[in-house]
């Protein structure tokens, strides 16, 4: 195949921009003008003429989670609800769109309390109104937070004498009844006793997210599926697997295992295991760990306490010994380790639990990785450096979080948060990802963010602490380039380059010319994975 008449970005530092570019047996063959491109092409060649659209390495979303994504395109779509009545009515017509009968569990997620107009968090008498016949359970859209009705707390049976959780909790009103409010690890309590996925289901669902990851431009995706499977992390490995040999996948998957104990990691490890097992469609990533919460749900871990709740500091999930050990045990058996950290104090307790591992065993090039990196300080920033710490970040985050930063932390602190143009002028290696489905996974919405520093309505007019605007190029490196050195893969994807793998996006606009404000708008017309055409509009 030869691809010509283009306006191609290769995020090669060495030639950033050609006109056509040769693809044979799956890899990238030749990157140049169109006379010294078409040279290549022979009776067998397929042509395409790019007309001039701009073409763009595929995107490889650093972070997200693609089996919860596919999972809640089965629940109740609490996306965008401005209130807990509109809530309610959603999951009530969710019920009977899908007859869902009595005794069945009803799940949802997306609500974000901060947009209701109640300004309030969901109870269980609000779930209650919904249906005292189902065990109904709604994830807060971060996650990190779930509301349970009285009939799932019953079942879970945590609703008479509510256990005490470490690295979590289980908020009660004043005469010690559970409210609903199930946060961090006390989240478990109920997920654990829904039905789980098998197997079967896993791969279809897999493959469902996979074809809309297509659609977006997505070619690479660095996925923590384990949290969407309660039963057995195995279950998720062999979908995968079995997937991989059947030659069906068609978006590459780097797999971020979520594996909170000791002995989950020992098992893991016995299986023999190690981050970049597996194949260029299916591999092991590094070991995530979950270190706190999330802001808006007032449970990522502070330095300082929240400046509209002096009583919290927010949620630590381990001490700093454990930290220590967790990490220490996947930097001693192969597997790169990537922390969930979105408080500066999460993200001390990491670099902390990175340096003493260095220290204790050094390693030429561990990569550790930090996930999110959200309220950061200079000395912060300046140890991500000084460790070669990745910044493993959501530019999209900027559209939902930038009406609460300031609420929950202060102008002051704030002014520290989502750095990411001083982590690249420091010189830290950064990969863009999405969490989708916290948000959606279109990374030309992050790199529209990243650019403009604005939600995707254009607020505010010069965004939101401008200075910390990135170029195009340097949003759009992050997305390929950044992601693809995050999973020590940037010799074998990335950039368009000879002899990496021919993985593509062809874009409507070229991104570099329009108005940034347009950049959210622009569409995907074609996607190419592995030398095929696998996405055409």
């Keep these: 195949m030869v691809l010509y008449n283009g306006n191609i970005f290769t995020a090669d530092k060495g030639k950033k921009r050609a006109e056509a570019v040769a693809i ?6 030749a990157v140049g003008t169109d006379e010294e491109v078409l040279g290549y092409k022979d009776s067998n060649t397929k042509l395409i003429n790019l007309e001039g659209k701009t073409a763009v390495p595929g995107f490889n979303d650093s972070h997200m989670h693609l089996l919860s994504y596919a999972v809640s395109l089965e629940k109740a779509d609490l996306n965008g609800t401005k209130s807990i009545d509109e809530m309610k009515e959603r999951v009530k017509n969710y019920i009977k769109r899908n007859n869902i009968p009595e005794g069945r569990w009803v799940l949802g997620r997306g609500w974000n309390h901060s947009f209701f107009k109640e300004k309030r968090l969901p109870s269980r008498q609000d779930l209650d109104e919904i249906s005292q016949n189902h065990p109904i359970v709604l994830t807060r859209t971060c996650g990190h937070l779930c509301a349970a009705n009285t009939r799932a707390l019953k079942e879970a049976g945590i609703f008479d004498n509510p256990p005490e959780i470490e690295g979590g909790g289980i908020d009660v009103d004043r005469n010690g009844v559970p409210t609903g409010i199930l946060k961090e690890k006390a989240q478990d309590l109920v997920y654990r006793i829904i039905p789980s996925l098998n197997k079967r289901e896993i791969k279809g669902l897999i493959l469902k997210a996979a074809e809309n990851c297509l659609k977006e431009g997505i070619t690479s995706v660095q996925t923590d599926d384990f949290e969407a499977v309660k039963s057995d992390f195995k279950d998720v490995l062999d979908a995968y697997f079995e997937l991989d040999r059947e030659k069906r996948l068609k978006v590459r998957i780097n797999e971020q295992c979520l594996l909170p104990e000791m002995e989950k990691i020992q098992a893991f490890i016995n299986m023999g295991y190690k981050t970049g097992y597996g194949s260029e469609f299916f591999k092991i990533g590094p070991l995530k760990l979950l270190s706190d919460g999330s802001l808006g749900g007032r449970t990522a871990a502070l330095r300082m306490p929240y400046a509209d709740d002096e009583t919290t500091t927010g949620i630590l999930i381990f001490s700093q010994d454990e930290l220590d050990r967790l990490v220490e045990m996947g930097h001693l058996n192969g ?5 969930h950290a979105i408080g500066d104090r999460a993200m001390d307790m990491a670099l902390e639990s990175f340096e003493k591992a260095l220290s204790k065993y050094p390693k030429e090039d561990p990569r550790f990785r930090i996930i999110h990196a959200q309220i950061t300080t200079r000395d912060i920033i300046e140890k991500f450096k000084k460790l070669d710490v990745i910044a493993d970040i959501q530019p999209i985050f ?43 996974f279109n990374p030309l919405y992050g790199i529209y963010a990243a650019v403009t520093r604005k939600n995707l309505d254009g607020y505010p007019e010069n965004g939101w602490l401008p200075e910390q605007k990135l170029k195009v190029e340097e949003a759009l490196y992050i997305f390929t380039m950044g992601s693809a050195y995050a999973s020590f893969e940037e010799n074998i994807k990335g950039s368009i380059t000879p002899g990496k793998l021919a993985d593509i996006a062809v874009l409507s606009d070229n991104i570099f010319e329009i108005e940034p404000e347009g950049i959210k708008d622009v569409n995907v017309e074609k996607t190419i994975v592995d030398g095929e055409i696998v996405y055409e509009k």
């Design 24 to 29: 044979k047996d799956g890899k990238i063959t």
């Design 335 to 339: 597997l790169q380790v990537a922390v």
């Design 398 to 440: 900027v559209s939902t979080d930038l009406a609460v930063v300031e609420e929950r932390i202060g102008k002051e602190r704030a002014k520290w948060t989502y750095n990411w143009k001083t982590f690249i002028d420091y010189g830290v290696h950064v990969a863009g990802g999405s969490d989708c489905p916290v948000e959606p």
